[in-house]
């Protein structure tokens, strides 16, 4: 099937995922048993680049509006207080890693209202991105310990996990067009807080959703991309080159066992009794990165295996409720996401067949 196929239908669920909650952001997932889940903010937050590259890729403005219009529904939901609500829509208790996932969406929207020559193209309320941006940076700096930790508003209270890398690479990415001067050395102390967790085999201590249990490839590549593009950004070389070497490991665990597990414990033990596809995903576009980084061919061909595991999972059925989804899990009852297709799966999967793909 030609890429362009899958990039469409994919598209074309995602749009389904945010009309289906009456275009009050994108719903967490689309379950055969239990129907269209709530709008997930955290998820909404950082489908916003992807729309807008697709916008541009497609030259279709409706995406754009798309995007702008999740945007305009996040500023509705913000707390006083700057943080994002975790879990989906309706509650409220700030959540350190949501409000950080939805910096991504407000920096590459501030990117546009940069580039965009007719203003009249924007929502009336692009005045409010900035701020809303600008709110929840504030906020997690406040909430950001002496040592680097974030140890409020947690997913788990009392656990700290070592996927706030991708924490530290939100608030960098806002910073990029913010300019504070007193985030990079905040960020690098954070960075280096979790850094401490490396393990000689390229492992990481709580990358994990909980304490003490294998994490799913989900949170790996969540984890790794964080300390990767954080690093990049305030220069730490050592710990590029320890995102390298947990890589390499990584491909040779994949290598030995024929493709990859859905979760990882210590010492790189695998479950390899499922897929967790969004994962696959996610690490393909880590390893296109590496590829970019280092120029290492082995490190490309890595990432079209990733890829090359999940594409035919995705939904090409008669259900316009599933059709271009990706599940959670293959088998479909696997642990993560059971039963249901996550919109974050096909953000991430849109992702990766853009860099890896020469004709999107």
């Known amino acids: 099937m030609e890429w362009t196929q899958r990039t469409d239908a994919a598209l074309s669920w995602l749009r389904r995922s945010i009309t289906a909650t009456k275009n009050q952001g994108s719903a967490h997932s689309y379950s055969p048993l239990w129907g269209w889940a709530k709008a997930y903010p955290e998820t909404t937050g950082y489908l916003i680049p992807t729309l807008l590259r697709f916008a541009d890729i497609k030259q279709e403005d409706s995406l754009r509006q798309l995007a702008y219009g999740c945007a305009d529904w996040l500023c509705r939901i913000q707390l006083p207080n700057g943080a994002f609500a975790g879990g989906m829509v309706g509650r409220t208790n700030p959540s350190v890693f949501n ?3 939805i910096l991504f969406g407000f920096a590459k929207l501030d990117e546009e209202i940069l580039a965009e020559e007719n203003k009249s193209q924007l929502t009336q309320n692009a005045d409010h991105w900035r701020p809303a941006m600008e709110r929840a940076v504030r906020w997690l700096l ?5 040592d680097g930790a974030w140890r409020q508003a947690a997913y788990m209270p009392g656990f700290v996990p070592t996927y706030y890398t991708r924490a530290v690479w939100g608030v960098l990415e806002a910073n990029r067009h913010l300019q504070w001067p007193d985030v990079p050395e905040k960020m690098r102390g954070a960075l280096r807080y979790y850094a401490e967790r490396f393990q000689a085999d390229g492992t ?3 990358w994990g959703f909980r304490p003490g249990k294998s994490a799913f490839t989900h949170t790996i590549a969540y984890t790794l991309q964080g300390f990767l593009e954080s690093a990049l950004l305030l220069g730490e070389a050592a710990i590029v080159d320890r995102v390298v070497y947990a890589a390499e490991k990584l491909m040779v665990e994949r290598k030995k ?15 390899y009794s499922f897929r967790c596809l969004t994962g696959n995903a996610q690490l393909s576009i880590l390893f ?3 590829w970019h980084i280092t120029g290492e061919a082995k490190f490309r061909r ?3 295996d990733f890829l090359s595991e ?7 059925g008669k259900n316009p409720n599933i059709r271009g989804a990706l599940p959670g ?6 642990p993560y996401l059971r039963f249901r297709y996550p919109n974050w799966g096909v953000k991430f999967f849109l992702d990766a067949h853009l860099i890896c793909s020469p004709n999107p």
Request: charged share 20%.
């Open 99 to 101: 409000t950080s996932q």
């Open 142 to 146: 406040t909430v950001l310990e002496s």
């Open 204 to 206: 990481l201590l709580h």
């Open 257 to 271: 066992a024929g493709r990859t597990a859905g979760r990882y414990g210590a010492g790189w033990r695998g479950d």
């Open 288 to 290: 296109q990165r590496l």
């Open 302 to 304: 890595a990432a079209e």
């Open 310 to 316: 999940i594409v035919d999972f995705q939904n090409f």
């Open 329 to 334: 899990s293959a088998p479909f009852w696997g």
